[in-house]
């Protein structure tokens, strides 16, 4: 089966190709072409024909910490929760996610790693969960945001082998300077699992030791960490002098002013920052949903989400392509630069940035047609195959 992707403004890293044609044959791109070819494609018995009237072609955004949607958590124990979280997912243009934990029990863990493997044997009918991600428990007591206190513990091997036994883990969010903190970095890699700094109160040479164990991640990057001082430049004056830390950022305009996100998207090397949503149970929800989160109550007030004591925010109701066009209405930074931050870096940090991430010849065709005017979906593709 053939499809030709007609009349798309082509958005790719590096690429910024109006009225182009992308051909996607066997779920891969066979072709990414200019100019008036698109007419020519005609539907037949193999060939379907999509125009999609000027709009954005983006590789597929690749969200690699998104708590939940649609009124489910990934941390329900209820397996209908990741099947609809990834449909909502889907429906923002995400093909490829990493449902994310929150710190509570091991008892809850498991059952979230096996609930992501029911929805990994049902043939992953919406976006593609090939993963998740554990945002603690071994996190920085101090630094919890909306985490629960309680679940927090210290860095542990024997569990996060035990998670990973039942569904692959791709990411742990922990705190450096925890005991043994430098040492879990380089046992995570070993597993196959990308080690992140977040929750933290570490200062700079409490993360070196992890780093050159090989820590290069950041999880969302200047939320729950040791600010910039001058005397002491803590984890986000790391994330400016260390170029290779991949920084998670939050682009809903409220987790960081504009300012904030006007300096790391100018001032760091874009190929090590990567936008995540961080999204809980209320994104896609209406204002005024009020839901509990680790034990913690939180209410959707204006769009966001806080907790209901101490106002601590608790996450976003943030969509992927919605945090692109924020930094790119912030900062003017042209699209075709921006865009490597929504799915390609990510790739890249996985191993799979030869396959995933871009709309180029070769590349699996996980793609994202985007409304230029509303910045909505309007079509996805999951390997080639139309699912929106
Ligand atoms: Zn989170």
Known sequence: ?????????????????????????????????SGARAAKAKPDATTTVVDVGGQYLMPGFIDVHTHGALGYDFCDADEKAVFEFAKAKLQEGVTTVFPTTLTVSHEELMTAAA??????????????????????????????????PKFVRKPSVKELREIAKVYPVRQISYAVETEGGAAFAKACLKLGVVPSCGHTGAKLRE????????????THFCNQMTPLHHREIGMVGAGFLIDDLNTEVICDRIHLCDDMLKLIFTRRDLAHVQMITDSLRCSHCKDGYAFEMGGLKVLLKNGEARLVEGNNLA?????????LKNVHDVTGIPLKDLVRCTSWNQAIEQGWGDELGKVEKGFKADLVVINPRSWRPSAVFVDGVKRI
Request: net charge positive; hydrophobic share 40%; glycine share 12%.
């Open 115 to 148: 609930n992501a493997k029911k929805y990994a044997e049902a043939g992953m009918p919406y976006a593609k969960v090939p993963g998740i991600h554990l945002e603690g428990p071994f996190i920085n007591v101090k630094c919890c945001g909306a985490q629960n």
């Open 207 to 218: 993360l070196m030791p992890a780093y050159r164990n090989g820590l290069r991640h950041m």
């Open 315 to 323: 996450g976003s109701t943030l969509w992927m392509g919605n945090g």
């Open 1 to 33: 089966m053939k499809t030709v992707i007609a009349n798309a403004h082509v958005i790719s890293p590096g690429v910024d190709l109006p009225r182009a044609t992308v051909v996607v044959k066997d779920g891969r791109i066979a072709s990414v072409s």
